[in-house]
C-alpha cells in the first residue's frame, strides 16, 4: 500500500531531520569540551605551543582568613615597580607586568582580539574592585564553577587568554605564564596564603528590578559612548596600533565564554569603575541595565560550544 504523504509528514519529517541533528553537534560540542581541547581556536606553530605535561593534583585549602576593611577606602597596597632591584627575580617581574598591561606586543601570538589583560583588571592589576591580582593570587588553587574541579592560577590565566582574549591558552610551562604568575605574586606580598582581601573581584549588586535593554542603551549613550564608541566599537589610538578605549562588542572584544559576558559580572564591574575616574556613577540597577546592552551585542563565539551551537542554542552567559 502507498502511503501518500502530506504537506504535515513532511514538515515533520524535515523538522525531526534538524532536531537530530541539533542533538549530535551538541553531543560532539559537549564531548570536545569534556575534553579541555579547544579546537576552534587558531593553530600556532607546535615549535610554540605544545600540550603541556603540567597536571598537578590540587586540594582546597582546608582554612580562609577573612580580613575585613576597617574604614571605607581602605585596602592592601602592593609594591611599587619602582622598588624592584637589579634581580632575575625583578626582571621576570618587569616582564610580567609588560604582558598584563600591553599583552597585544608581548603575548601576541595567543591573543585573539583587540583587549590587554589591564582592560578588565584596570591600574595594571592594582586597583581594588577592579579584580586586582593581589587579591586573587593567594587564593589559588580554587574551585571554579565554570570547570568544575580546583584548578590553580596559572589555570585560571589560561582561561583569560582563551575568553577574554579570544586567543589559544598558552601552555602552563610558557614563558607567558611564568612571567604573568611572578607578577601577581610579587603584588601579593605580604598577604597569607587563603586570605580574603576587601576589593576582591568587582562590587557586589543588589538589583531592586529587573534590568531593561533599552534603559541601558540610553544609560550607554550617557555615560560610557563617548570613551566606548557609539557602536561600543571602543577607541584606537591615532599615534599607534591598539585601543585607547577596548571594544565592548564585535570581534577585536571578548567572547561568549568570558566572564564578563555574565550581566552581573559585567556589572559588578561597571558600578565601581565606571565612567571612567568617576566609580560609583551608577546605580546597582543602572549598572544592569547598560550590562544587558552590552550582552546583547554580537561578539565572538564561546569557544567551548563552536560557531553552529552558538547560533543555533540558546543565549547564554559566560
Known sequence: MQMKLTRLHKFLLVLGGAAGLAYGTWVA????????????????????VRASMQRPKMTLPSELTVVPVVKSGEYFVPPKIEDLDDSKYADEVRLGRNIFIDTQHYAKRFVGNGMNCSNCHLQEGRKPNAAPLWAAYPLYPMYRDKSRQVISFQER?????RFSMNGMAPTLDSREIEALTTYAQWLSTGIPVGTIMAGRGFARIDKTDDPSPFNGAIHYKQYCASCHGEHLEGKKFTNRPGYMFPPLAGPDSYNKGAGMHKVKTCAGFVKANMPLGRPY???DDQALDVCVHIFMQDRPWDPRKGIFMSIFMPVTEG
Request: aromatic share 4%; hydrophobic share 30%; glycine share 4%.
Open 281 to 283: 556613577t551608577l546605580t
Open 29 to 48: 560540542a559537549d564531548t570536545h569540551s569534556a575534553d579541555d581541547i579547544g579546537d576552534d581556536l587558531p593553530t600556532l606553530d607546535s615549535i610554540e
Open 157 to 161: 590565566l589560561q582561561s583569560c587568554f
